[in-house]
């Protein structure tokens, strides 16, 4: 299937499918065409796990570096080294960038590709279920040690090619993780698709074909609002629905422990409970996504880890904190987000509120 982004900046095509990379990349050659090398960025997971399916099926020669995995290659000293590869390997402005991995892989290549002589064509092929979120939409960034995302470039790929057999060694946490962003695609835009998913199997074992489904449906929600907004002025902020919250909690609990999808539900949660004071979502909604969210596997515990003054400093870090005031994404009603500014006082009452839902819920 093939979902077009229509970019402000520049279009391409989302392909998903399972075992379409030989073809998807082969319906794309004339971007190969014009490619004097080609460099394959990947992760030592990525890799030791999917070496063999994606050789057999890459029809170009490549170059390879296999960096470390996951949040680690988002590092200034990996983006330092993957420039220098890519100048050892005499790199030009015609050579082009595979990002081979989840979002992490992607973040850093996008952002190397970015910047490798002021701008290099790259091309994603995703292999989380997150990255159907994070290949789309040009965003690209590596880390800082003061805040997570603080360098980078929106900087749209050529094309995202998604093979679903890639999906076929994640681990049950980083499947939980990444559904929590579908199901962030579905709160935003969509009603009857968050009922599906409530009345649903369980989240990280979906038939396969329904999983694609609903990938593909989340790049539609995704396109469709990047196509509005590229640069985040407006509706692109609805894509971080459940962010801010979460957020806190990942770099609290330090990058990688608990997965970014996994401390996003969290956020959801926090959301629903703000939605309610601010929309029209109602108390015995929230109640029973955060059953659903519960039974899936989601480390709430991790909540009751920090005290909310030691979240406070991160939620600050925001950067959709405009002058100290918090922004948030919330619900009208599920399917229709929207931006409201909370002072920290109130954000304290939520928290508490979370904390005392937690406890009821889980007794
Ligand atoms: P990730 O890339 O760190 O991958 C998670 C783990 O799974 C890693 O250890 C990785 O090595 C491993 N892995 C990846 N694919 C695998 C496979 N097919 N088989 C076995 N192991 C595999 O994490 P992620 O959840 O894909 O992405 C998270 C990152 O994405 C964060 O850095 C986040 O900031 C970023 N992000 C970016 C955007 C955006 O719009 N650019 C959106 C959301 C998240
Ligand atoms: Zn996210």
């Known amino acids: 299937?093939?979902?077009?982004?229509?970019?402000?900046?520049?279009?391409?095509?989302?392909?998903?499918?399972?075992?379409?990379?030989?073809?998807?990349?082969?319906?794309?050659?004339d971007l190969f065409a014009k490619a004097d090398k080609i460099i394959v960025l990947t992760d030592e997971n990525v890799w030791s796990a999917q070496q063999s399916y994606f050789e057999a099926n890459f029809p170009h020669a490549f170059r390879l570096l296999v960096m470390p995995a996951g949040e680690k290659c988002k590092s200034f000293d990996n983006y330092n080294?993957?420039?220098?590869?890519?100048?050892?390997?005499?790199?030009?402005?015609?050579?082009?960038?595979i990002a081979f991995g989840g979002g992490a892989v992607g973040d850093l290549a996008g952002f190397a590709a970015a910047t490798y002589m002021r701008g290099i064509p790259f091309i994603q092929i995703p292999t989380t279920i997150l990255a159907h979120d994070s290949a789309v939409g040009g965003k690209t960034a590596?880390?800082?040690?003061?805040?997570?995302?603080?360098?980078?470039?929106?900087?749209?790929?050529?094309?995202?090619?998604?093979?679903?057999?890639?999906l076929h060694s994640l681990s049950e946490k980083e499947i939980r993780s990444g559904m929590a962003e579908v199901i962030k695609h579905a709160l935003i835009s969509d009603a009857h698709w968050v009922e599906e998913l409530l009345e649903g199997d369980r989240i990280t074992g979906l038939p396969e074909d329904l999983l694609a489904n609903y990938l593909a449906h989340g790049i539609q929600v995704k396109a469709a609002i990047v196509e509005q907004d590229e640069t985040e002025q407006s509706v692109r902020k609805y894509l971080n629905l459940g962010h801010t919250y979460g957020h806190a909690i990942e770099a609290a609990a330090g990058y990688g422990r608990v997965a970014h999808g996994e401390a996003v539900m969290i956020g959801l949660i926090y959301s629903l409970l703000l939605s309610e004071k601010y929309g029209k979502v109602d108390h015995q909604f929230t109640k029973r996504f955060l059953h659903f969210a519960i039974e899936n596997g989601y480390p709430f515990e991790a909540v009751q880890e920090f005290t909310f003054e030691q979240l406070t400093e991160y939620l600050l870090k925001d950067k959709k904190a405009d002058y100290g005031q918090l922004q948030f994404v919330l619900l009208e009603t599920i399917g229709q987000p929207f931006v409201q500014k909370v002072e920290l006082e109130q954000c304290r009452e939520i928290d508490r509120q979370l904390r005392a839902l937690l406890v009821e819920v889980q007794q």
Do not use: W
């Open 1 to 29: 299937m093939e979902i077009p982004v229509r970019a402000a900046s520049h279009s391409y095509s989302v392909t998903i499918g399972k075992g379409i990379l030989n073809e998807a990349v082969a319906a794309v050659n």
């Open 142 to 166: 590596i880390n800082h040690a003061l805040g997570k995302n603080m360098i980078g470039a929106f900087y749209q790929p050529e094309a995202v090619i998604f093979d679903t057999i890639f």
């Open 81 to 97: 080294a993957v420039q220098t590869y890519l100048l050892e390997q005499k790199c030009t402005r015609k050579s082009m960038i």
